[in-house]
């Protein structure tokens, strides 16, 4: 069970939008930065979004995150079979001391 | 600019290893690292973090088993795994911490697997 709450999967057609959810609590989301990360098949995570909304250099401006009070959400436009992934939502936990990441949705596009 | 683990394979429950992770093309001794793992199939355990100044933190899960430790002059990372369990196999990965201390992970290496099995 993990301590952020993320759907398993959604799906979408392409070219078409995806959100994808991840729920905490006051001690983790809600007092603290968001980052998402993309996982795709065989390789490494990846960081899509970090500070709830930043993007690294080399992420397209089609990820896009937000954050509202415990939760936040990753957002994908103009789908790609490319992006077909497991995607993670992650924080600090202060009442846990600890890195904490949600269970992962896998994106399937169709 | 990468990060690549080592050390990783079998081990019987209770069971020691080390795992190292050897860092390059950026400064290393400026920046946070952490070991993030994963089992077969699920998501991502963070399971500890260095800072700058060598201040180590852990999970509860692995607290008291795993110690983490870094060289800097060797631009090395290094997670001494102790007592290990069969629920400690997994893929390890080294990983860089983005903003000092800001708990998000921008660099991964490719993972080393280790496998808790008699």
């Known amino acids: 069970q993990s301590v952020l709450t993320q759907p398993p999967s959604v799906s979408a057609a392409p070219g078409q939008k995806v959100t994808i959810s991840c729920s905490g609590s006051?001690?983790?989301?809600?007092?603290?930065?968001v980052s998402w990360y993309q996982q795709l098949p065989g390789t490494a995570p990846k960081l899509l979004i970090y500070d709830n909304y930043k993007r690294p250099s080399g992420i397209p401006d089609r990820f896009s995150g937000s954050k509202s009070g415990t939760s936040a959400t990753l957002g994908i436009t103009g789908l790609q079979t490319g992006d077909e992934a497991d995607y993670y939502c992650g924080t600090w936990d202060g009442s846990l001391r600890a890195a904490v990441f949600g269970g992962g949705t896998q994106l399937t596009v169709l | 600019v990468q990060l690549v683990e080592s050390g990783g394979g079998l081990v019987q429950p209770g069971g020691s290893l080390r795992l190292s992770c050897a860092a390059s093309g950026f400064t290393f001794s400026s920046y946070d690292m952490h070991w993030v793992r994963q089992s077969a199939g699920k998501g991502l355990e963070w399971v500890s973090g260095?800072?700058?100044?060598?201040?180590?933190y852990y999970p509860g899960s692995v607290k008291g088993r795993f110690a983490i430790s870094r060289e800097n002059a060797k631009k090395s990372l290094f997670l001494q795994m102790d007592s290990l369990r069969a629920g400690d196999t997994a893929v390890y990965y080294c990983a860089r911490d983005g903003g000092s201390g800001e708990w998000y992970f921008d660099l991964w290496g490719r993972g080393t697997l280790v496998t808790v099995s008699s």
């Open positions: 260095i800072g700058t100044a060598g201040d180590t």
């Open positions: 006051s001690s983790n989301i809600g007092n603290n930065y």
